[in-house]
């Protein structure tokens, strides 16, 4: 039966991203691609077009079904504690007990140029790594801002990133699209560097306004990681406002940790699959006002995973972080990663 509930939410993915494409019609441009005016990454629609894989499907499925099994044992233990023993997970899942510790991920940044403002500094790189940092641990100057009705569920996630390389490329290639040709040397590009046991970000100029997209858990080794254009990467150089504080590698991130949009890509009944974020049918953009209220509950604008500024998103959940490090655990889609 849970098997025939996971196929089900796949296809209503596959119906939401469709449905949630016709909303942000009057933001598309001429090519049918989102310009950068309002965040946009293309995540959503690169798992789809993945999900027509039958064997990534499959790797979904069971993905989901880990995930779901990890968060139900987190939520038996924060039972099992005896009161005042400890944080509760406010519906999404408490401190999960895994004895993983700070999970470290290395990463390897490829700046693929075809100009001197593509062709950004390591300082810029330095940055992003920075706030991938200072995001994912809450240590973020930013966090006091979560309202108080959030406040219990913003959470550190344990996870933390190392530069481990940096590749630079020159390319005559002003433009690179969403088809990957940007992760195989034969295309011009970079080959991914040891996906099992690092983190990738190939830097580019992907075009069309999109700001990033990643690959989610379970797809092909060789198109492994997250692609952001250098414009909206780290948070000095090149990066320019209002994606000018490293938060798109924020999201993407949380993507390629299997993290979903916080609206489900979908209206109401949508699910992102964390219970504590609540229900929302749209994407929040710019900075909104708290609160914002969509299907009869205040919006988590300032979550990672909406579409706000950078300036305006500054929190996981302790449902996100149960479900990222459901990958770390034996077995786990990214548990490689968890004996860096």
């Known amino acids: 039966m849970k098997k025939i509930l996971l196929s089900l939410s796949v296809a209503a993915i596959l119906a939401s991203c469709s449905s949630n494409d016709q909303e942000l019609e009057a933001n598309i441009n001429n090519d049918g691609v989102q310009t950068a005016e309002l965040r946009k990454c293309f995540a959503a629609e690169n798992y789809e077009k993945m999900l027509l894989d039958e064997d990534f499907r499959k790797n979904t499925e069971l993905i989901e079904e880990q995930a779901q099994e990890y968060i139900a044992e987190a939520l038996e233990k924060a039972r099992k504690k005896p009161r005042g023993g400890g944080d509760t997970d406010g519906g999404g899942g408490s401190d999960p007990g895994d004895n993983l510790g700070v999970v470290n991920i290395p990463v390897y940044v490829h700046v693929i140029y075809s100009n001197n403002q593509e062709n950004i500094s390591d300082a810029q790189v330095n940055s992003q790594i920075q706030v991938l940092n200072e995001d994912f641990r809450k240590t ?75 690959q989610f858990p379970g797809g092909p080794a060789a198109t492994d990681g997250v692609v952001i254009s250098p414009q909206y990467f780290g948070n000095t150089g090149t990066a320019v406002a209002p994606f000018n504080e490293g938060r798109t590698g924020t999201h993407e991130v949380g993507h390629y940790l299997n993290l979903r949009h916080i609206w489900g890509d979908g209206r109401c009944r949508q699910d992102d699959f964390v219970s504590d974020t609540p229900s929302s049918d749209r994407a929040n953009y710019g900075c909104p006002t708290y609160p914002t209220s969509n299907c009869r509950s205040a919006d988590m604008t300032m979550n990672y995973m909406d579409y706000t500024n950078d300036a305006c998103m500054y929190m996981f959940t302790n449902g996100q972080k149960a479900r990222m490090r459901s990958l770390f655990t034996p077995g786990g889609a990214r548990a490689a990663l968890a004996g860096n």
Do not use: H
């Open 140 to 214: 973020n100057s930013d966090a006091g801002q979560v309202p108080t009705q959030f406040a219990g569920a913003a959470a550190d996630s344990e996870v933390s990133f190392t530069l481990a390389g940096i590749t630079r490329t020159a390319s005559t290639r002003t433009s690179w699209g969403t088809n990957n040709a940007m992760k195989s040397s034969a295309n011009g590009g970079v080959d991914v560097v040891d996906p099992a046991n690092a983190l990738n970000i190939w830097v580019c100029n992907i075009g069309g306004g999109i700001l990033g997209y990643a």
